[in-house]
Structure formats: structure tokens, C-alpha cells
């Protein structure tokens, strides 16, 4: 028994001290293992269409230019379409990841806005790491093109905007209200079940209030230039919408401003402000004109007037082209569908009936309205529907056109014209040309024999102007006016010519008073020479007895 506890005792002691220092750093090993583990961060999987300007161990994640995360591994998708980028977070980044979070990458960028990202230059891509304010955590994510507009918690509302216009607006595109920038364009896509495309717009507080449910949105691509049937036009936005487009709003003028706009609600993106404002007269009759005069110049969204006052559109030229025509036409016409809208002569509270605006017009084509086709532009040769009254119209009678009820027509100014050159080339048909022609040929030969004689006497008249002896006449004259001058000197006053005239005519002057008596007797009895002058009275005659 002593010898066995001997050996027992020293196999005790073989069991040295030094063995407490490896078992310690085990212990410590294991607890930085399990510290490091438990210090880790999330994991997040981020897809991207290409890696550029991404590194496994460099690239950073950054939120408020803060270090968050850092990229572990890029690989490629098992369907290789896309890239995978594995990322590891801080622990305290945990409460930003959930369906809101947003990542793109940092880069530098010119845009509408201008240059951003250059400190990347230098330093390399990092991906921006934007948090959201949702409840459900999220570790796999899309990185997204373009930096986001807002943020989740931006105060402001969100609509959607559904056009025809394929590339009216891109990300990042300006929503301005009267040249001042409200928003931007925050997402587009083309929906292939509706073949039109979605746009989803964000405009910040305070101007949401600026939309309401009669609002209207259209594109507002830099400047629009109009020449129509109204006149030229140029407008233009801002310099933003000039360089690179975007939408513009408001509410048309003498539409109510209803009601303000909750957010998501849906509105359509017209081409321009014309059509937009267009598109607040929801509520119209469509009759169909049946033009037999050209339509050249006629299109669509022609106004149609009355004596000057807009009442309508032109929906469609041609419109149900190949339709039967009525039986009562005997030429063939071309169909055009017009709108009448009866909104644009009422008031804003006034309830638009149009049952009685149709019979009302109804009325009016008995009393002779009809519509014609008149130049609105000289320049650009646009044409727009008239309406008018016309005095000794033909009787209205009832006809449709493809369902659409035939509004009646009267030829247009062209097609007046062209009946008074018919008719003015009837009356020359009908006029006898051959006494005129006769009559005129007459005239002719008279002027021809005329126009001789005077090419005859203009010959005589020349060679009498070139005779030597005619041309001598000119001096001829001016010496003879010469010597008269000469002449008229001496029959001076003083002269002794002068005086021996004057009293020659001072005998005549005496003579002439002597013969006065003689001529008066003569005159009293023209027998004065032969008889005696008897003073006796004069005898009176008697008969015999």
C-alpha cells in the first residue's frame, strides 16, 4: 500500500504548472473568436449591371461621407447577366438596412445639375449608402443608376404621370412650376401591357399644394416654337427645360382649382400647354363634316369658330375615310369629325347638358348654320372650320356618317372663287367673238394706215428741218429784230420823226372831226349829196281828187 500511493504521488507531480499558460491563450484565442464574431456586422448582397470601379477589400461603403461597410467579394451571377457584390457592415449599420434603404455608387458625373463627384478622382468609387424609415429589414439590394432625387423622408408628395411620349422625360429631369423648379422626375419605364410610359415625379413641400386634381402636367422641351392658323408664338421655360427639357404644370384658366392633390394619384402628360389645355374640354358633342372642297391646310386641333369665338376642335382629317357616303351626295366628300365644346361658353358652375346643346344646334340648322372652311394664316396656308349663318341657305336635311350626325357645309371662300371663274368663262363662251374679231381687224388696218401717215409727215417735217435755208432762219430773225431795235431808237421823243408824226396824226384827229357832221347826214339822208336839205316838215301823202 505505501509503495502504490508512493507511485500514485509522482505521477501527481509530472502535472507541471507551465501547462496553465497554453491553456489560458486557448482560452483567450476562443474568446476573440467568438468576440470578432460576435462584433460582425451584417452581411449584404448588392446586384449591379457591371463592377465598374468596384474592389474586394478597397471599396468602401459610406453614408454622410461615414464609413459603414466595406465590399468583401465581386462574382458574377450564375446566369451571368448581372454582378453580385458582397459587402460587410458595421454592427451599428443593422438598423439602416430595410425596404427603403438605397445604394448607388459615387462617381464622377456630369449632368443638368452640373459636375459632382470629383473627390472620387483621386480616391476611387465608393457606394453611397442612403437609409430608410421602413420597419422590414433587408440585406439584398439593387444598386441604383442615378442618385435618388429624395429621400424616403422628404417631406413632399409623389405622382405618376402616363404619356404617349416615348423619350419626353429621363431621371433627374426638372418639374417646374412659372419657371420655378418644384420637384424632379424620380423614375421612368415603358409599360408593355399599355404600351405608354409610367413616370413617377416628387415635388417637395411647400409647392404641393400647388397641385390639385385639375391640374395639368405637359413637356416643357426647351422652346416652343408655333406657326399655325393663331399666329406665330416662341415660349420658353427655363434655361434647365432649354438645355435638357422636363415638365411644367398648372391649372388651365377658367377651370376651378379643386381639390388638392394627396399623393399617387395619376395624371396624363400632355405634348405641350396647347394640348393640355385642350384637354380640360372633356365634354363635347362630335359631329362629322362632309367637305366636298379641298382640306389642304386643315389638321388636327384646328379651332372651330364661331363669328370669331372658339367652340370646338378638329378631331380628326381624314376621319372613317373609306365609310359608305349618304345616298343623297353626288360628289364624293372628304369625312372630317369635329368636336363641338359647349364647356368652353360656360361658366364654371354651369352643368353642361348636352342633349340640349345638340338639340339647340339642331334648331340652328334649320335657320341656316353651316360650316365652312376659311383661311386662319396666309403664310402657312392653314385653314380652321367657321361657323355661320347663311343667308337663303338650302333647307337642312337630316343625314348621318358613320353613326355621326352630318353637321351641313356651304363652299368655302376657294371654292366661291372658283364658281365665279366658271361662270365669268360661261358668259365669254356664250359672247359672238367673230363680229368682234371682225370689227377689230377693221380697227387694225385703220391704225396701221394711220400710223403711216404720221410716219410720212414725221419724214417731210425731218427734211424740212434739215434744209439749209431752214436752219438760216434763226439768223435771218435776229438780224431783222435787230434793226427794228435800231429802228425804235430813233423814234425818240426828241426825235425829228417823232414830232412830224405827231402832228400828222393831230390833222387826221382834225379831219376826222370835220367829217363827223358830213357822216351824220348821210347817215339821217343818205340823198344829201344830190338834194338840198329841206328843214320843212315832211309832206303827207294824198289822193287824187
Do not use: C
Not at 172 to 187: A, I, M, S
Not at 237 to 252: K, R, W
Not at 389 to 410: H, I, L, N
Not at 472 to 498: C, D, F, V
Request: aromatic letters at 8%; glycine letters at 6%.
Amino acid at each position: 500500500m505505501p509503495e502504490a500511493h508512493r507511485a500514485q504521488r509522482q505521477r501527481k507531480s509530472r502535472l507541471s504548472p507551465i501547462w496553465i499558460i497554453p491553456l489560458v491563450a486557448v482560452l483567450i484565442g476562443l474568446w476573440l473568436v467568438y468576440d470578432n464574431y460576435a462584433s460582425r456586422g451584417p452581411e449584404v448582397v448588392l446586384e449591379m449591371p457591371n463592377a465598374e470601379g468596384i474592389e474586394a477589400g478597397k471599396t468602401e461603403i459610406k453614408t454622410r461621407n461615414v464609413q459603414v461597410g466595406r465590399v468583401e467579394s465581386v462574382q458574377l451571377s450564375e446566369d451571368l447577366s448581372h454582378t453580385l457584390v458582397t459587402a460587410r457592415m458595421s454592427t451599428d449599420a443593422e438598423s439602416m438596412l430595410n425596404e427603403e434603404t438605397r445604394f448607388w455608387v459615387v462617381k464622377p458625373r456630369i449632368g443638368r445639375e452640373g459636375i459632382s463627384g470629383l473627390n472620387t478622382v483621386l480616391s476611387g468609387a465608393y457606394i453611397q449608402l442612403q437609409p430608410g424609415n421602413s420597419e422590414e429589414p433587408q440585406y439584398r439590394f439593387k444598386i441604383l443608376e442615378h442618385p435618388p432625387v429624395a429621400s424616403p423622408g422628404a417631406k413632399g408628395i409623389r405622382i405618376k404621370l402616363v404619356s404617349q411620349i416615348g423619350s419626353a422625360l429621363r431621371v433627374g429631369d426638372p418639374v417646374t412650376y412659372q419657371g420655378l423648379t418644384v420637384g424632379r422626375v424620380e423614375n421612368t419605364e415603358f409599360n408593355l401591357e399599355n404600351r405608354q410610359m409610367d413616370h413617377r415625379l416628387f415635388i417637395e413641400t411647400p409647392y404641393d399644394g400647388l397641385v390639385t386634381e385639375n391640374t395639368r402636367f405637359w413637356s416643357a422641351s426647351g422652346v416652343d416654337l408655333r406657326l399655325n392658323s393663331e399666329g406665330f408664338r416662341v415660349n420658353v421655360e427655363s434655361i434647365e427645360t432649354l438645355l435638357g427639357g422636363g415638365v411644367t404644370f398648372a391649372v388651365p384658366e377658367d377651370v376651378p382649382m379643386g381639390e388638392k392633390a394627396s399623393g399617387d394619384e395619376t395624371y396624363e402628360l400632355y405634348a405641350d400647354e396647347e394640348s393640355a389645355v385642350q384637354g380640360t374640354y372633356n365634354r363635347y358633342l362630335e359631329y362629322a363634316l362632309l367637305i366636298e372642297d379641298t382640306v389642304r391646310g386643315l389638321s388636327k386641333g384646328s379651332p372651330v369658330e364661331y363669328r370669331g369665338v372658339r367652340v370646338g376642335t378638329v378631331a380628326a382629317v381624314p376621319w372613317h375615310f373609306s365609310a359608305p357616303q349618304p345616298d343623297t351626295r353626288q360628289r364624293f366628300a372628304i369625312p372630317v369629325l369635329i368636336r363641338i365644346e359647349p364647356q368652353r361658353l360656360s361658366s364654371k358652375e354651369e352643368q353642361i347638358q348636352l342633349d340640349e346643346w345638340r338639340k339647340r344646334f339642331t334648331r340652328m340648322f334649320d335657320y341656316g348654320l353651316r360650316a365652312t372652311l376659311k383661311a386662319g394664316n396666309l403664310l402657312t396656308g392653314a385653314l380652321f372650320v367657321d361657323l355661320n349663318f347663311v343667308k337663303d341657305a338650302p333647307d337642312y336635311e337630316a343625314e348621318t356618317f358613320d353613326g355621326q350626325t352630318v353637321f351641313p357645309t356651304t363652299p368655302g371662300g376657294f371654292a366661291q372663287i372658283e364658281q365665279k371663274v366658271s361662270n365669268l368663262l360661261d358668259k365669254l363662251n356664250e359672247l359672238e367673238v367673230e363680229p368682234v374679231l371682225g370689227k377689230l381687224e377693221q380697227n387694225l388696218s385703220a391704225s396701221e394706215k394711220t400710223l403711216k401717215e404720221v410716219r410720212e409727215a414725221t419724214e417731210s417735217f425731218k427734211s424740212l428741218l434739215e434744209d439749209p435755208q431752214t436752219r438760216e432762219i434763226p439768223s435771218n430773225l435776229n438780224a431783222s429784230l435787230r434793226e427794228l431795235r435800231q429802228t425804235l431808237k430813233g423814234l425818240s421823243p426828241e426825235s425829228n420823226a417823232y414830232k412830224e408824226l405827231t402832228r400828222t396824226l393831230q390833222s387826221v384827229e382834225k379831219l376826222v372831226r370835220d367829217l363827223q357832221p358830213v357822216a351824220e347826214t348821210l347817215r339821217e339822208k343818205p340823198n344829201a349829196l344830190i338834194f338840198d336839205r329841206s328843214n320843212g316838215p315832211d309832206p303827207v301823202p294824198q289822193a287824187p281828187r
